[in-house]
DNA sequence: CTTTAGTTTAGAATTGTTCTAATCTACTTG
DNA sequence: CAAGTAGATTAGAACAATTCTAAACTAAAG
């Protein structure tokens, strides 16, 4: 018998929450078991919200939005911004870039040591880099 | 007195659009005429709409949208994705990458050349690489 | 000219997201 | 444990950017 890992009331998401000073609710628990049970996720709002309500988790599409902004300020998520009319976000919040598949709207992950960014040209005036974003765009 | 570079029936840029297959109507004329006129530019749609009325050029909104996809279908433009929430576009459509002013909404155009990228990784199973995009976001 | 295929248009519709204000709930303190 | 309170959730309205629709227009070809 396997672990119910989406129902179980999970310490580690629980401690996630709270380390991250986000009080652990119900519709927040549920979310973060969603999101980090597996490996690396990028999701959507409502890709999200209809996995949601496919494991019978009863919340509301705002709180779908306010829980995955509120992950991304205290650093549980990132945001990737890919397609000019959907917001994505990526469990996995370390340094790397991204492979997106134009056709199928899939994304993989690159590590960030795979891409190395030679001759970076001056910020210009004192203004400091906050992220450097690599999209590589494939056809397949 | 200067040239009226916005009034005249200018021939480099109907013979541009002709050259791409896009018939030259008064909309599209007066558009690539705000557009191709100076050097590189970014533009949202409502900014070029906002433009276009300033200069007595009487269109609509939903032209504007058409227009802008028209001329990056054909290669006088290029989408750049930025925000999740609205579509920038590029006339510079040669090989570059963008300094992103996050505070001020400013982009900045950067020479492919002055950004090198080693080791890129594996196009995984023969998909081809369509485009590679580099945003280096700064706070300043 | 006339025809026709491509273009424009106003406004409605759609989509993704945020806001609002009422209700609820996790946590603190007594 | 029983309030009290700050923070969270919610349904639905509001919003912003964009696309759609179907009718009217126009550039180019015959």
Redesign the pocket.
Known sequence: MRARSTTASDPTVLERL?GAG???????LALARLLFARGDRHV???ALFTEAKQHRV??????V???L??FTGKGLLREIVLD????CFDTNTSDHHHFYFERSGRLEDIPAEQVRIAALPQAPDGASVSRVDVIIRVDG
């Not at 009863?58 to 709180?63: I, Q």
């Not at 000019?84 to 917001?87: P, V």
């Open positions: 709270r986000l009080r652990p609710t119900r519709q927040r959507t709002a409502e009863n919340l509301s599409l705002a709180t939005y306010n829980a902004h509120d000019s009319n959907r917001s």
